[in-house]
């Protein structure tokens, strides 16, 4: 049977024959005989490789301290994007009187470790509320919760829990705007 005719025929034999649940994992040749896909990948190498310890040495990544991260509920490291750290846990110009960067970051994480109790998936997101002035550079991700109180913000935040590098498969959570990947 060629590939193709595979794909189009959806019968519980040819599934059960060749263990097809929608992806083939293999080709099947002409002679009947059975051809990993993935043998056809082996000789590629990749263009380039941008780790995660060059994207923290670089600024793009913050690692948030794990003493902190643990204080929260969370067991692994834990690394915000730099637009993430940049507007929501820095003090904002005219705030620094009664919020504090620990506080801030604190909340970020705290609602995510809340959030992530009650999800089985590695893609999460998840809201928190945020004080930010009103100098109108809201964002999609951010919606006005009290209209009497244009400061404080919903803020919705993405978190993935993937393999903290290429080369090192521990888990770790990134946490992101939704636009971000």
């Known amino acids: 049977m060629h590939p193709v005719d595979l794909i189009r025929d959806s019968s519980i034999v040819v599934r059960q024959k060749f263990k097809f649940n929608g992806v083939p994992d293999a080709i099947i040749s002409p002679q009947g005989k059975r051809r990993s896909i993935m043998n056809d990948f082996k000789s590629l190498k990749p263009i380039s490789v941008y780790s995660t310890k060059q994207a923290v040495d670089d600024g793009f990544l913050i690692q948030v301290d794990q003493k902190i991260s643990k204080e929260a509920g969370i067991r692994h490291p834990?690394?915000?994007?730099?637009?993430?750290?940049?507007k929501y846990v820095e003090v904002p110009i005219g705030m620094e009187g009664y919020q504090d960067q620990g506080g801030r970051l604190w909340d970020v994480l705290f609602m995510f470790a809340y959030f992530a109790r009650k999800e089985s998936s590695s893609h999460l997101l998840f809201k928190l509320l945020v004080q930010l002035p009103d100098t109108g550079d809201w964002e999609?991700?951010?919606?006005?919760?009290?209209?009497?109180?244009?400061?404080?913000?919903?803020?919705?935040?993405?978190?993935?829990?993937?393999?903290?590098?290429?080369?090192?498969?521990?888990?770790?959570?990134?946490?992101?705007?939704?636009?971000?990947?």
């Open 78 to 86: 834990v690394y915000l994007t730099r637009s993430v750290w940049d």
């Open 140 to 181: 999609q991700n951010e919606k006005v919760t009290d209209r009497s109180n244009r400061l404080l913000r919903e803020v919705t935040l993405k978190g993935l829990i993937t393999a903290r590098d290429f080369d090192d498969p521990s888990p770790a959570i990134f946490i992101m705007k939704p636009s971000e990947d």
